[in-house]
């Protein structure tokens, strides 16, 4: 599992991976992405929102970032207010939750609402 400030600091390292799939399962969204040979799954654990637009057969990430109400106010005010649109919260914000805002070169942006992030490094064949 990865901490707060651990799952923060993965900015910009997802720029231009490519992202191969989407997994939606009991709470959680699993992203898999590659880079070259590299690829990486990020579970998303406690997701109570998401919002994903433009998915393509081909999409590749422009900026990854992770944002929280204490480092990132503006900005996270903002991709809450675009899951509010969506999909309006009837119940009250919970305490320590975090967006995962995707946007991309070529294809599907993403708002994420999650509780913390796990991220297991694969080889590619």
Same mark, same amino acid.
């Given at each position: ?6 799952? &923060?600091?993965?900015?910009? %390292?997802? $720029? +231009? ?7 939606? @399962? #009991? ?38 970032? &992770?944002?929280?109400?204490? %480092?990132? $106010? +503006? ?7 675009? @899951? #509010? ?41």
């Amino acid at each position: 599992m990865v901490t707060e400030s651990k799952a &923060i600091q993965f900015e910009n %390292d997802l $720029h +231009d991976w490519y992202i191969d799939g989407v997994m939606l @399962l #009991d709470g959680s969204l699993s992203l898999y992405v590659h880079f070259y040979e590299e690829q990486k799954i990020i579970k998303f654990n406690g997701v109570t929102r998401c919002l994903i637009n433009e998915l393509l057969i081909k999409n590749i990430i422009y900026e990854a970032k &992770i944002l929280s109400a204490a %480092d990132h $106010h +503006d900005l996270f005010q903002v991709q809450i207010q675009r @899951l #509010d649109e969506t999909y309006p919260r009837k119940w009250a914000e919970p305490t320590g939750i975090h967006i995962l805002q995707i946007t991309a070169s070529v294809g599907a942006d993403f708002v994420v609402e999650f509780d913390n992030l796990e991220i297991k490094q694969l080889s590619r064949a």
